[in-house]
């Protein structure tokens, strides 16, 4: 199968590099060679690939600069999306597209299912839901694939930070966000889940691909650590109020994995399994 991967070298995208070589045709159709707000170099790589899938990560997923930068990121996010859309369903390919759970406002409990009411209030979730409405009217053929506190191989993502933030002084106290709750999610885990939906190519709309279980970012805090062995750090918990951030961030962004079951979809794996075989894999351990 012939997979145009925008954003390639992004995070999630050099998961799917990694999954899918030598099983399938891949081109990394990302920056400086491929422009998303170009819509002539986008063309020019359609056309010389011919895509049967397109499966588009690029984003501007920087949530604070997004805030402070909103032509950018409706340029990226929007309009960028808007022309992947446009060429997917001009070379008749199936188009897989990563969105995310800033689509709702997060300032209530309970998992989101596809079908709640989008409500962003930042302005990368706005951006972010401009492009998923781009998707569903420009391309037939399309699948919308929503993630949520994504970390992965080399990074950069808050599970390195926190790694890295513990390494550099193994008896510190890190303040972490003790009353924002969500599912912390590994590429592996969505790379894995699209693997499935290549297999199932009926298959439309908009489906959620984060891991199992919720958690707060402290409580992800202290397992990284656990797993990373830095038993001297003391992970204490603040709230939202004690580290205000540009963006704001949702309270209560996990989504439910029902529709994947309904549809006959492997289960997404449980966070605590899926961090577990990341941080070994990324951080293996000498033996003494």
């Known amino acids: 199968m012939r997979i145009l991967i925008t954003g390639g070298r992004g995070m999630l995208g050099r998961t799917l590099v990694r999954h899918w070589q030598g099983t ?4 990394v159709a990302d920056l400086p060679e491929v422009d998303i707000t170009d819509a002539d170099s986008l063309g020019a790589a359609f056309a010389a690939f ?18 402070s930068d909103r032509d950018k990121a409706y340029l990226l996010n929007a309009q ?28 209530r409990p309970g998992d989101r299912v596809e079908t709640d009411a989008t409500a962003p209030n930042t302005v990368y979730g706005a951006t972010k839901l401009a492009g998923e409405d ?12 929503r993630v949520a506190w994504l970390y992965g191989p080399g990074g950069p993502s808050f599970v390195h930070t926190m790694r890295r933030l513990a390494a550099e002084d193994p008896g510190r106290t890190l303040k972490v966000v003790d009353d924002q709750f969500g599912n912390p999610t590994s590429t592996d885990a969505v790379a894995d889940a699209l693997t499935a939906f290549l297999a199932r190519p009926e298959l439309r709309g908009t489906f959620h691909l984060t891991c199992e279980g919720v958690v707060t970012w402290c ?19 603040c709230t939202t109020e004690e580290y205000p951030r540009p963006a704001p961030r949702p309270h209560y962004s996990a989504l439910s994995k029902a529709k994947l079951a309904a549809c006959g979809l492997p289960p997404m794996p449980p966070w605590q399994e899926a961090l577990a075989r990341f941080v070994a894999a990324e951080w293996p351990r000498q033996e003494a």
């Open 24 to 27: 399938h045709d891949l081109l």
């Open 50 to 67: 011919r895509p049967e899938v397109v499966v588009h990560c690029a984003a501007m997923t920087n949530v604070d600069a997004c805030e």
């Open 80 to 107: 960028g999306t808007a022309n992947v859309a446009r060429a997917a369903a001009h070379a008749g390919a199936r188009l897989i597209a990563i969105s995310t759970d800033y689509v709702f406002s997060g300032d």
């Open 134 to 145: 781009a998707v569903r009217a420009l391309c037939p053929d399309q699948v919308i694939a």
């Open 219 to 237: 409580g992800f805090t202290r397992e990284i650590l656990r797993l990373a062995g830095f038993d001297g750090v003391t992970v204490s918990p």
